[in-house]
Every structure is written in C-alpha cells, then in structure tokens.
C-alpha cells in the first residue's frame, strides 16, 4: 500500500488496513476495496477537485495506472480553466456597461443587452448592416492604439431606434469568432463628455471675453466721453444738422451699452438676493418697454398662470435678462406683430417662455446663440444672450432657445423655486 499526501497522488491498495479510510462510511456503503485518487490542480495553484477511481475488489495500482489518471487531470484541469475563463468572458461581455457588437462582412453577428439599451428597443439586430446603426459623426477623428494591432478608435453616431443620433465612441479590433476572421466593435456613449467638452468651451470663451473686457472697456470709456461731451457742446451751439449730431450721439450711446455688457463680464458683482415675484419683474419690464413696442407697432401679450411661488434671486439681473430677450425679440419684428411672454409652474421651477413672430433661426444657427460675438443680427455682439445665460445660470436655471424658420423663435427660462 502507497498513500500519497497533499498534491500529490493518494493511493490506497487495501482501504481495510487503512487508518483514515477504513473509519469512514462511504468506504463500507460502496464496497471499496482500493482507492486512487489523484488532484486537478489549475495553473494558479488552486486545488479544484479530485480525480477518483476505486474496485470493489482488491487492486494494485501500477505506475501506468497512476500516470493515466495524472494526464486525465491535467486535461479536466485545461478544460475547466477554458470553461472558467469563457464563463468569465462572456458574463463580461454579457454586463458590460459598454456596448459590444461583433461583425462579419459588414452584417452584426451578436450584440450584447448594452447595445440594445443604446439602440433603445429590445430588439434583435442581427443580421442588419452596420452601416445603416453607426454612421461617422460630421468631426469624426480616427486614432489607433499604439499598444495595439489594427486598433482604431472614433467618434460616430449611434442611430437609435426612434432616428435620434448618440454620440458614441468606438473601438474596432479584428478577432476571431467561431473560427472565422470577424470585427469586435465596443461601443461608448459619450453624451456627458461631450456636454462637459462643450462646458469647458463656453467658460473659455467666457474667460477670454472677461479678459478682454477687462483690458479694453476702461480705454474705450474714457475718448467716448469727451466725445459725447463735444458732440453735445457742438449740438447746442448750432442751429444746422441737428440729425447728423442725433444720429452720432445715437451712435456713441450704442458704443456705451457694448461697453457696459463688457464691464458686467469683467467686474466682479455683489448680490442683493432676495425673494421676489416673478410677475412684478416682467411687468416692471414692460413697462419699460412697451413705449417703444407701441412704435413700432408691436404688442406684448402676457399670460401668467395664478399662485405662482415666489423665487430668490438678484432682482436687477433678472430683469436685464428680461430687458435682453424682449428687447431681441423687438428687434427682429421690424414689420411688427406679438411678443408674448408666459409663466407657469413646471414641477419644480418657473417656466417663462417669450415667443416672437419673427423670421426664425435655422437649427445650425441656433445652437451657437449665447456663444460671445457670435449674433444673428446686424448690429449685434452676441453679448446681451451671453450674460443673460451666465447670470440664469447663476440663479441655477436654464436658458434655452428653439425656433421655427418663418414662424419665429421662443426662449423658455427656467428658475427653481426654493
């Protein structure tokens, strides 16, 4: 009799000569006469299991025996490794956050559950083109991975189920899928990046345009008013081209508001947070503007729901927020028509929408608005809708923008009620 201990080999020829085998119950319920036992041991180290064989009637077991029983062992070891490590690539693949296709001759051959959430539809895509799901985004930017062979990773679109476009990251990689040659395509939203990319830019330009300010308004001011004061002096001591000295002095004033939008971005502001009714503001705005409206044939229409909350916020910014969109709205109705302005409560917040019937913005255009110097009109400087978007912002609020060609635009603040 041979017994063997820890990783090695057990083996026992007369299990009733033996101390520990010849005690246990299992031994006398099967009738077990001689024992091998010999360890599936994985590459890590770790002691799996037990490869077993035993008679009913005495055996000795050889040499031969014993290395027959090693090899299978080793062969159940690999195998369970390979089952091991598929089980594990697959729930990998299988919960992924990330999407996972795999294509062949441009047709998808398996998608995993992320692909289907991006797609937004529990659908099954096999079998359609990949192609006609992720198309190059209009700045796409192809790189490959150094560390890797013919890796390329872009940015491209996702189109969704509902024809929307995602904006995805991929990673292409060659790989081999049932023994034919195939591409494995891991796919990542990029949503948030893309919208903390586009943040970073507007506080850049923000940025620039603080400095800008700051190192230019103040060298500006100072000629503007001795030219103002001339022009005035000249003013009143002629009787002959009133108009032209109007229409500079119109011209110097123009020059001034640009120069004060540029001091609000480069002084710094204390506030006066109080709370106040929405109402009272726009109404106070109105006021201010309606003259003006009446002249050039234009009409302000309101429609205020009732109980509204009060908000807290600095009055006077609010207000030049107002002043900015309605005065905008004023200006690309030169024909006239309605401006009308709504508040209601949306959950959480006040909603206040002002809707002009002018020409309307094209989409491509549309998302640049708030952008500093970059305006839809003639005379304009971007600046009045840029600090307007800082100062809601401010007041944790949104400002947003949408717009129909021919039918006119709306602005839609929302500010939280606290």
């Known amino acids: ?81 390979l089952e091991t490590s598929e089980h594990l690539y697959r729930q990998l693949v299988e919960k992924s956050p990330d999407g996972i296709m795999v294509e062949k001759d441009g047709e998808l051959i398996y998608t995993n559950p992320a692909i289907r959430d991006l797609y937004g539809r529990e ?35 996702l189109i969704q189920a509902d024809g929307s476009a995602l904006p995805i990251e991929t990673i292409e990689k060659p790989l081999l899928y049932k023994g034919e040659q195939a591409t494995q395509i891991m796919i990542r939203d990029i949503t948030y990046r893309k919208q903390m990319e586009e943040f970073i830019n507007q506080s850049e330009k923000l940025s620039v345009a603080g400095q800008l300010a700051a190192g230019v308004a103040h060298e500006i001011r100072n000629p503007l008013t001795g030219i103002k004061g001339f ?46 009714d929405i109402l009272d503001l726009i109404n106070e705005v109105i006021m201010l503007l309606n003259t003006q409206a ?51 409560k949306s959950e959480h917040n006040l909603k206040l929408i002002v809707c002009d019937e002018g020409k309307g913005i094209p989409k491509e255009r549309l998302v640049h608005l708030g952008e500093p110097f970059y305006t839809t009109k003639e005379k304009g400087t971007g600046l009045g809708l840029m600090i307007s978007r800082k100062i809601i912002e401010e007041h944790s609020g949104t400002l947003s923008f949408a717009s129909v060609v021919n039918k006119g635009t709306s602005v839609t603040i929302l500010l939280p009620i606290h």
């Open 231 to 276: 022009l005035q002096l000249l003013k009143a001591t002629t009787n002959e081209h009133h108009s032209y000295y109007d229409v500079m002095m119109s011209e110097v004033e123009r020059i001034n508001e640009i120069v004060n939008e540029f001091l609000y971005l480069a002084k710094p502001e204390v506030y006066k947070i109080e709370k106040h």
């Open 294 to 344: 009446i002249l050039n044939n234009q009409q302000i229409v309101t429609n205020f729901s009732l109980d509204l909350p009060k908000i807290t916020c600095e009055s006077n910014q609010i207000k030049q927020v107002l002043i900015n969109i309605i005065k905008n709205a004023m200006e690309v109705m030169s024909e006239g028509g309605e401006i009308y302005i709504t508040v209601e």
């Open 123 to 157: 659908t099954n895509l096999i079998g359609e083109k990949v192609t006609d799901i992720v198309l190059p985004s209009e700045k796409s930017h192809l790189y490959k991975d150094s560390t890797a062979v013919k890796q390329n990773t872009a940015e491209k679109k």
């Open 1 to 81: 009799m041979i017994i063997g201990a820890g990783r090695d080999p057990v083996i026992i020829d007369n299990t009733s000569k033996h101390p520990v085998a010849s005690t246990l119950e299992v031994t006398e319920l099967l009738n077990i006469k001689s024992f091998l036992g010999v360890p599936i041991i994985l590459k890590d180290g770790y002691i799996y299991g037990t490869l077993c064989a035993i008679a009913t009637t005495y055996y000795s077991f050889e040499e031969k025996d014993i290395a027959l029983f090693q090899s299978m062992a080793s062969f159940l070891a690999h195998y369970i490794e």
